[in-house]
Nanobody, 115 residues
Framework: VQLVESGGELVQPGGSLRLSCAAS????????MSWVRQAPGKGLEWVSD????????NYVDSVKGRFTISRDNAKSTLYLQMNSLKPEDTAVYYC?????????WGQGTQVTVSS
C-alpha cells in the first residue's frame, strides 16, 4: 500500500495550488479518502473527505468555499484544489485512506503560504 502526495510548494497569499495523492496497492474506489493537515507546532486537523464513489464530500469550516476535494478512481488519485490561500493554511498536508479496519497515510507535502 502506498500513498504519495505531491503539489505542495511556497505560494503567496491569495494564490492557488492543487495537491495530488497517488494511491497504489489497494482498491482505491472502495476507500473513503481524506486530506488532513498539520500546521507548525500544532496537531493534526482534518480538512476534507470524500466517499469512495465521490458522491459525498465534507469540509472543515475554515476551507469551505476555497478548497475542493475530488478523486479520479480510474487513476487511483485524490486531489485537493486550494484557492484563495491564506497564511493560516500553511501546513504539511497528508492524504488518508480508510475502509473497514484499514487506515493508510501518505508521507505528506508541505504547503507554505507567505509573501
Amino acid at each position: 500500500v502506498q500513498l504519495v502526495e505531491s503539489g505542495g510548494e511556497l505560494v503567496q497569499p491569495g494564490g492557488s495550488l492543487r495537491l495530488s495523492c497517488a494511491a497504489s496497492g489497494f482498491t482505491f474506489s472502495s476507500y473513503y479518502m481524506s486530506w488532513v493537515r498539520q500546521a507548525p507546532g500544532k496537531g493534526l486537523e482534518w480538512v476534507s473527505d470524500m466517499a469512495g464513489d465521490g458522491g459525498r464530500t465534507n469540509y472543515v469550516d475554515s476551507v469551505k468555499g476555497r478548497f475542493t476535494i475530488s478523486r479520479d478512481n480510474a487513476k487511483s488519485t485524490l486531489y485537493l484544489q486550494m484557492n484563495s490561500l491564506k497564511p493560516e493554511d500553511t501546513a504539511v498536508y497528508y492524504c488518508n485512506a480508510r475502509a473497514f479496519a484499514n487506515n493508510h497515510w501518505g508521507q505528506g507535502t508541505q504547503v507554505t503560504v507567505s509573501s
